[in-house]
């Protein structure tokens, strides 16, 4: 028996209806749909609620939904390691690989097992306070540390390979994988770094300094932020929270990647132009090409 795992964002009925129509399509191809159960999802035909420890073999973990419900998925597929596959049902959706009025066709794809998986740099996270470790998370987009609750600023010194590099006086700093450089890092200012690109970037949240620019540092290198003030800290802004003045925040790159689900070679630049509406008129094409 094949089965695949079902993430939905249940609370657009958009999503909930391509949800009920993708089982159907697996149900009629062999394969059994389970869902984590939730407070807030209807019953759909031919997809069983299953509390997590029950779920059985899985082969993937589709997600209808947008970035968000992706994220949130990514740390199902992180804990069972399967490959993850994203049906945009939301605004951008840039971490999905598909768009939902593709239903029949991504139903083909996996009823054949036609897709090739792509892994995806992730990074872990230790806080480290008074000698001991009070916190530790890992981030598929970044880590971001950000001003404490109700702090005006939050003031920190970063390093990279245990050699200091800068005191910044500002919002934060976030640390972003390339597959987070066009979400929370992007926003800020950083760079679009294409997802075969092995890099991590750098970017300071509103310092006020001269040297306050973003930075492209290598994946095997360590990131060390020391805090001068209290500060809070997020992984892919769903788990963290406050720390103390003092504490030492360690990331660095994750022995264990999320994996993705791709099905077309589609490269990246089209889905740069096509979720951000970038302007292309004037294009010639290919140089030589009639």
Same mark, same amino acid.
Request: aromatic fraction near 8%.
């Given at each position: 028996?094949?089965?695949?795992?079902? #993430?939905?964002?249940?609370?657009?009925?958009?999503?909930?209806?391509?949800?009920?129509?993708?089982?159907?399509? &697996?149900?009629?191809?062999?394969?059994?749909?389970?869902? %984590?159960?939730?407070?807030?999802? =209807?019953?759909?035909?031919?997809?069983?609620?299953?509390?997590? #420890?029950?779920?059985?073999?899985?082969?993937?973990?589709?997600?209808?939904?947008?970035?968000?419900?992706?994220?949130?998925?990514?740390? *199902?597929?992180?804990?069972?390691?399967?490959?993850?596959?994203?049906?945009?049902?939301?605004?951008?959706?840039?971490?999905?690989?598909?768009? /939902?009025?593709?239903? /029949?066709?991504?139903?083909?794809?996996?009823?054949?097992?036609?897709?090739?998986?792509?892994?995806?740099?992730?990074?872990?996270?230790?806080?480290?306070?008074?000698?001991?470790?009070?916190?530790?998370?890992?981030?598929?987009?970044?880590?971001?540390?950000?001003?404490?609750?109700?702090?005006?600023?939050?003031?920190?010194?970063?390093?990279?390979?245990?050699? =200091?590099?800068?005191?910044?006086?500002?919002?934060?700093?976030?640390?972003?994988?390339?597959?987070?450089?066009?979400?929370?890092?992007?926003?800020?200012?950083? =760079?679009?770094?294409?997802?075969? %690109?092995?890099?991590?970037?750098?970017?300071?949240?509103?310092?006020?300094?001269?040297?306050?620019?973003? &930075?492209?540092?290598?994946?095997?290198?360590? %990131? %060390?932020?020391?805090?001068?003030? =209290?500060?809070?800290?997020?992984?892919?802004?769903?788990?963290?929270?406050?720390?103390?003045?003092?504490?030492?925040?360690?990331?660095?790159?994750?022995?264990?990647?999320?994996?993705?689900?791709?099905?077309?070679?589609?490269?990246?630049?089209?889905? *740069?132009?096509?979720?951000?509406?970038?302007?292309?008129?004037?294009?010639?094409?290919?140089?030589?090409?009639?």
């Amino acid at each position: 028996m094949r089965s695949i795992a079902l #993430s939905v964002n249940w609370t657009r009925p958009a999503a909930v209806a391509a949800a009920a129509q993708l089982c159907d399509l &697996l149900a009629a191809k062999g394969v059994w749909v389970f869902a %984590v159960s939730e407070s807030d999802a =209807p019953s759909i035909a031919n997809c069983k609620f299953v509390t997590e #420890s029950e779920l059985p073999v899985l082969e993937a973990v589709i997600v209808i939904g947008g970035d968000g419900t992706i994220l949130r998925s990514a740390e *199902l597929a992180r804990k069972f390691d399967l490959p993850l596959l994203g049906i945009n049902h939301g605004h951008v959706g840039f971490l999905a690989e598909a768009e /939902a009025i593709e239903l /029949a066709s991504i139903a083909e794809s996996i009823a054949n097992r036609s897709w090739w998986i792509e892994e995806r740099l992730t990074l872990e996270v230790s806080v480290i306070h008074d000698g001991s470790e009070i916190w530790r998370s890992w981030g598929l987009n970044e880590i971001s540390i950000e001003k404490a609750t109700y702090a005006r600023i939050a003031e920190l010194i970063t390093a990279v390979d245990d050699h =200091p590099l800068s005191r910044y006086a500002g919002d934060g700093v976030i640390v972003a994988t390339p597959t987070g450089s066009t979400a929370y890092a992007f926003s800020a200012g950083g =760079p679009v770094v294409w997802p075969s %690109v092995n890099a991590v970037v750098l970017v300071p949240l509103s310092a006020h300094s001269l040297f306050a620019r973003p &930075l492209v540092i290598s994946p095997e290198s360590s %990131v %060390v932020i020391e805090l001068i003030s =209290p500060a809070s800290v997020w992984a892919d802004s769903r788990r963290g929270g406050d720390i103390p003045a003092g504490a030492r925040i360690l990331i660095k790159r994750s022995q264990q990647p999320i994996k993705f689900l791709k099905l077309n070679n589609a490269p990246f630049t089209d889905r *740069l132009v096509k979720k951000f509406d970038l302007p292309t008129s004037g294009w010639r094409g290919v140089l030589g090409e009639k």
